[in-house]
């Protein structure tokens, strides 16, 4: 599958060329010189000369994305109740769901590969990350009956559920195997995410956690 160049520049030629590679092969798995050629580039050092580097490249894929997404939750988010935590989680999970549903995007199996390697938390932009941290506190101020040290890992993992179900339904879809209707795949997801955000810790998880608070970690 190749990318359709009209009206792109060298660079974006290049980042989705390699979004795409990366999400199928791994980021240890595609030579700059085998993106260069599928991006339809003759400049075998156009990956340097573009980003200065493989990881240049990569953050490059990172943020590509993340201003559309970041508008898009903004809107949503100026329409829901602050106190609705549903909504609050939709508005926030809803673009990247979306992005799924689009057969060029390759962003969320790349990602997942991405999360293997690093916190992508640490590579995004301070605009992007203060928006993610914005997201973090207004639904970790909602888990009013969860313990707070489990509230950030709660969120944390929410995210990663969203990323992981959504990337397996896209490769799905690509193969030909069946999948759920979309709207029955985003309110089931919500209602697993919700599930699992506010579950009441068992006493074996609030004996775990006292344990590990007694130990002096955060």
């Known amino acids: 599958m190749s990318i359709d160049r009209v009206g792109l520049s060298a660079k974006q030629r290049l980042v989705l060329t390699a979004e795409r590679l990366y999400a199928v092969h791994g980021l240890d798995g595609v030579p ?13 050092t156009a990956v340097q000369y573009h980003f200065g580097s493989k990881e240049g490249l990569i953050q490059a894929i990172l943020v590509n994305r993340l201003d559309d997404l970041d508008r898009r939750r903004e809107l949503l988010q100026a329409r829901v109740p602050a106190n609705n935590l549903r909504a609050v989680v939709e508005a926030h999970q809803l673009p990247l769901i979306e992005l799924a549903e689009d057969d060029n995007c390759f962003y969320l199996p790349f990602l997942e ?14 605009s992007n990350l203060a928006a993610e941290n914005a997201y973090y506190e207004r639904v970790e101020e909602l888990l009013t009956d969860v313990p707070i040290p489990l509230r950030p890992i709660r969120v944390r993992q929410a995210s990663a559920t969203a990323l992981h179900t959504c990337a397996d339904r896209q490769r799905s879809r690509l193969v030909g195997s069946p999948v759920p209707p979309y709207a029955l795949h985003v309110s089931h997801l919500l209602d697993s995410l919700i599930a699992a955000l506010t579950a009441k810790p068992s006493r074996e998880t609030r004996s775990a956690l006292e344990a590990w608070i007694a130990t002096g970690q955060d």
């Open 32 to 44: 700059l010189r085998q993106i260069v050629a599928e991006a339809g580039m003759g400049n075998k």
């Open 113 to 126: 590969q991405l999360v293997r390697k690093v916190d992508p938390m640490l590579a995004l932009p301070a």
